[in-house]
């Protein structure tokens, strides 16, 4: 299990970016959302608060295996339950929501530093769709954040894999998403952060393959 080394002040949040790219996103697969979920959501505060402002009234639920992310969400108003993601009693908990955003640790300790392959992480990609999709029946989107250096390859196995076991399922998008500062809103050169595969049972099986943020100039969320 990997969790925040709460000593070490080098947390790897979500940069602004990548949140923005992923409203934008969500605006052209689910127009009219109105649950947000996020499965290992860490500080979700950033993330909340946005889309809240972008997404209008929408509800939105956290999860995280670590009772003080809990502490510190609640402290911030945010609804948050402590638990594992892939305890099916905990899930039921999300069957509800529109769309679940699910973003496993990616690196040791959660700090961004010494990075995950696709294989290494934990709870698994697959283990996470197979619990939603195939034991719980969901029926929602699932935007799985993989690791910055999955293959193509590595999202075949996992198509394969998820709908050898449940063929209704797709992938309508894959997101590569760039951006040239950390989640503490540090500047460096402009880089790719996250791979992400959005899932559905209700969408084609396009596998559009979008890159946003490529470049320096604002992201398509600030350009609104
Ligand atoms: C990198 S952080 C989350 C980042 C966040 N998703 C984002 O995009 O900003 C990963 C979180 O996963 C949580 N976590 C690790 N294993 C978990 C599990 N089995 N179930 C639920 N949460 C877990 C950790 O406690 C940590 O807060």
Not at 9 to 36: E, G, M
């Amino acid at each position: 299990m990997r969790t925040v080394n709460h000593d070490r002040n080098s947390f790897a949040k979500t940069n602004i970016d990548s949140i923005h790219h992923r409203i934008s996103i969500l605006r052209q697969l689910l127009p009219k959302v109105n649950t947000v979920a996020e499965i290992c959501c860490g500080d979700c505060k950033r993330q909340y608060e946005l889309y809240r402002k972008e997404l209008g009234d929408i509800s939105y639920r956290g999860l995280d295996i670590d009772p003080q992310m809990i502490k510190k969400n609640k402290a911030n108003q945010i609804d948050c339950i402590c638990g594992n993601a892939l305890d099916a009693q905990v899930m039921k908990n999300f069957l509800h929501a529109d769309v679940i955003f699910f973003g496993p640790p990616l690196s040791d300790h959660c700090d961004g530093h010494t990075l995950l392959q696709f294989n290494e992480v934990n709870p698994s990609f697959l283990d996470f769709l197979r619990l939603m999709y195939v034991d719980l029946k969901y029926d929602g989107l699932i935007n799985c954040i993989c690791p910055r250096s999955t293959s193509l390859g590595d999202i075949t196995w996992l198509y394969n894999e998820i709908t050898g076991l449940d063929k209704e399922v797709k992938v309508p998008l894959i997101h590569y998403s760039h951006s040239n500062r950390t989640g503490n809103d540090e500047i460096h050169e402009t880089r790719l952060k996250y791979i992400e595969v959005w899932f559905s049972k209700k969408h084609e099986n396009n596998w559009e393959i979008l890159k946003l943020g490529e470049t320096d100039s604002p992201s398509l969320g600030t350009q609104e």
